[in-house]
Each structure stands twice: as structure tokens, then as C-alpha cells.
């Protein structure tokens, strides 16, 4: 049981250059989330997924896309980086029981 | 809508001395409060969380918490800390919904 994995660990962007971040869970878990962690301002909640096929908006969605085709995956998309998104990228998804499992992040540079 | 306020950026605390991590919340509606911790390039890791029931609450690693609905609070503790709970604690906030909002967590220094 692996849980909640995230590649890449690290990664190096050009302004204007696209990636996707990719997500998976093994927990069969409905809800997953994609937070950005920046120092001294904790999590914020970019997008979330109540399950396969349906997506919502957080608190800092611009810039950034998501998909949900199966349970298991639920990758971000950013597709212009810019400056300002260089960030610590965290994935997690949530029981029944309201508990969330981080995936252990991906490290974003973008210059 | 809900929001967190931590309302120390950090703590020191000498080791085996009690330590209080502050967090309060607000929403217009029932909620469920969690508390997480973060160890140095980690992902976040849960320590306890209030759905409902007794408003104290005890997690892992000797962390307790308890339910204030009047003064909107949901503090942090432990008695006696040690040099392995240096990490980051972020209190979070659910209604009893799909989104968790997070507080911009608590830096926790143990001093020797």
C-alpha cells in the first residue's frame, strides 16, 4: 500500500513552459485535493475532486488545470509557468472519515 | 465562508516543558477541525481531528486538543514536549463539506 504518491520530486521550469504534476492514490479514496505550500503562508488549496469526472476550484486556481478520469489519478496541469507559481506542490486525498494522506510533494522552480 | 487563524508564526519551548499551539476558526456553520504536523521535507501527517462528541480530544505522539464553540478555538497541546516534535503544526478547518482550508501554520523550536 503505497498510498499517496507524487512525481516528480523536483523539477525546473522556463517562464512560459507547460508541465503536468502527476498524482496517484491507492486507497480507493472519492476526494482528492492539490495544495500549494509557500513559506510562512501554509496550504492553499488550488483544486479538489469529489470523484472521477468532477472537479471544483479552490482558493488559488488560476493558472493551473486538473482532470479526473479515475479514481486512482488526479494530475495538475500548469500550463504557462510563471515566477510566481514556483511553490512546494502537495496532492492528498480523504476518507470517509474526513482524514487527508499528503502525497510527499513536489518541488517547483520556475525561472 | 471558513478561515483559520494560527496566531503564532513560531514557538520556542524548552524541551519537557508544556506547550500550547493556538488556532481559531471561523465558519457559519457546524465544522470539523483538524490538526496536522509537518517534519522537516515531508508531506503533512495527521495528529488528531474533532468531528463531533467530547470536545477534548487526544491524538498521537501525546498531542491533545479541545473544542471551544464560543470562543471559536481549537488549541494544540502537549505536556511535555521533546526534541523530535520540532516540526510545523497546521490547523485546518472543514465545514462539513469537500473543501479543507488550512491556517499558515506554527513553527515549534524545542530548546535544549
Known amino acids: 500500500n503505497a498510498g499517496v504518491t507524487q512525481t516528480p520530486k523536483f523539477r525546473i521550469l522556463k517562464i512560459g513552459q507547460s508541465m503536468t504534476l502527476q498524482c496517484t492514490q491507492d486507497m480507493n479514496h472519492n476526494y482528492m485535493y492539490w495544495y500549494r505550500q509557500d513559506p510562512g503562508m501554509g496550504l492553499k488549496l488550488i483544486y479538489y475532486?469529489?470523484?472521477?469526472?468532477?472537479?471544483d476550484k479552490g482558493e488559488v486556481p488560476n493558472g493551473y488545470n486538473v482532470s479526473r478520469s479515475t479514481t486512482e489519478d488526479f494530475p495538475l496541469r500548469l500550463e504557462l509557468a510563471a515566477p510566481s507559481q514556483t511553490s512546494v506542490y502537495f496532492c492528498?486525498?480523504?476518507?470517509?472519515?474526513?482524514?487527508?494522506?499528503f502525497g510527499p510533494g513536489t518541488r517547483l522552480t520556475v525561472t | 465562508a471558513q478561515s483559520v487563524t494560527q496566531l503564532d508564526s513560531q514557538v520556542p519551548v524548552f524541551e519537557e516543558a508544556p506547550v500550547e499551539l493556538r488556532c481559531n476558526y471561523s465558519?457559519?456553520?457546524?465544522?470539523?477541525l483538524f490538526w496536522y504536523v509537518q517534519y522537516p521535507n515531508q508531506g503533512l501527517q495527521l495528529l488528531l481531528k474533532?468531528?463531533?462528541?467530547?470536545?477534548l480530544v487526544k491524538g498521537i505522539n501525546g498531542f491533545e486538543a479541545e473544542f471551544n464553540k464560543s470562543q471559536t478555538s481549537f488549541h494544540l497541546r502537549k505536556p511535555s514536549v521533546h526534541i523530535s516534535d520540532t516540526a510545523e503544526y497546521f490547523c485546518?478547518?472543514?465545514?462539513?463539506?469537500?473543501?479543507?482550508?488550512f491556517g499558515k501554520g506554527t513553527r515549534l523550536h524545542i530548546l535544549p
Open positions: 485546518a478547518v472543514s465545514d462539513p463539506g469537500d473543501k479543507i482550508i
Open positions: 474533532y468531528l463531533s462528541g467530547s470536545t
Open positions: 475532486s469529489v470523484g472521477a469526472g468532477i472537479t
Open positions: 465558519s457559519s456553520v457546524s465544522v470539523y
Open positions: 492528498a486525498s480523504r476518507n470517509r472519515e474526513y482524514e487527508q494522506y
